[in-house]
């Protein structure tokens, strides 16, 4: 993996960690707005909101346009579609991984669980 898409997915992992950022993201999805109106559906002051969509520009999440004193805020899911592609490319080994957890648990490896260590088996002194 190259420097530059580490980078990117560092910014776009960190930034969705937060659950505000990834509520104005969620809001976004449903279209543009301006940053007055996310800032309308939290608790937090203008400014706390504000730093979250900083973070979310600098990872590529959001664009901002500007429109006279309008900041308008539109989402950009590129950087998300290419951490979904490094998520997919380890999917193949958690799957394999769970279905052999699977088939052991569920009967295939059950009498490997149910016959006793080598080792306890009894000695001539035992009995």
């Known amino acids: ?4 898409q580490a980078a990117t997915l560092d910014r ?3 930034a969705i960690s937060d ?3 990834r509520e104005i993201l969620n809001r976004l999805a449903g279209g543009d707005e301006r940053v ?3 800032a309308s559906n939290f608790t937090i002051s203008l400014n706390s909101v504000s730093k979250h ?3 979310l520009e600098q990872a590529g999440l959001v664009t901002r346009t500007v429109h006279g004193r309008n900041h308008v805020l539109s989402l950009n899911a590129d950087p998300m579609a290419q951490a979904a592609e490094w998520i997919d490319h380890y999917r193949a080994f958690w799957t394999d991984r769970l279905a052999a957890l699977d ?3 569920t009967g295939a490896g059950a009498g490997v669980a149910d016959a006793a260590p080598a080792d306890s088996a009894p000695k001539d002194g035992d009995r």
Request: glycine share 10%.
């Open 53 to 55: 969509v900083r973070v």
């Open 36 to 38: 007055t109106e996310v």
């Open 103 to 105: 088939r052991f648990v």
């Open 19 to 21: 659950p505000t950022r």
């Open 1 to 4: 993996m190259g420097e530059y």
């Open 12 to 14: 776009v992992f960190g």
